[in-house]
């Protein structure tokens, strides 16, 4: 089960995007803030089409999820993180229930997998919004202490 044809197109595109945001970020247009929450967003969604294309949940790369989440909370200051990975949880889901719809049963494990990568991506977004605000606190000491 996959297809090595939306594989291929999708890392030309994902790779295509990381050239053109790399030019987007030297010239610091649009802001920071909009930049992070639209690569983070196009990475959730080309992670999943990536999964599905080489055979969904089963093929490990969900596990690049879990970098995007954990990049989320710690660039964008935490609470957003668990948005992010509602979303990704949710794009798990969706992608099998769409493998579902065309006939291409999974096995049963497939949904188990898919449950515990969503509860290990918001177990990351808690890490990374922990982390920082424990950062935030020493910031905010060595400020005081500065002082």
Do not use: H
């Not at 920071?32 to 089963?58: E, K, P, R």
């Not at 954990?70 to 889901?93: E, K, V, Y």
């Amino acid at each position: 089960i996959g297809s090595p044809k939306l594989f291929g197109i999708t890392i030309s595109l994902w790779l295509g995007l990381a050239f053109i945001s790399g030019f987007s970020s030297r010239l610091r247009r649009p802001e920071f803030y909009w930049q992070a929450y639209a690569l983070i967003f196009t990475d959730i969604c080309f992670i999943t089409v990536l999964m599905y294309a080489s055979g969904n949940i089963t093929s490990g790369l969900g596990a690049l999820m879990m970098v995007t989440i954990a990049a989320s909370g710690i660039l964008l200051g935490g609470r957003i993180s668990f948005a992010f990975s509602a979303f990704a949880t949710l794009a798990i889901f969706i992608s099998q229930g769409y493998r579902l719809l065309l006939g291409q049963q999974a096995p049963t494990e497939a949904y188990v997998q898919s449950g515990l990568l969503g509860a290990g991506l918001f177990a990351v977004a808690l890490l990374a919004y922990l982390l920082t605000r424990r950062l935030q606190a020493s910031e905010a000491l060595a400020e005081q202490r500065k002082v």
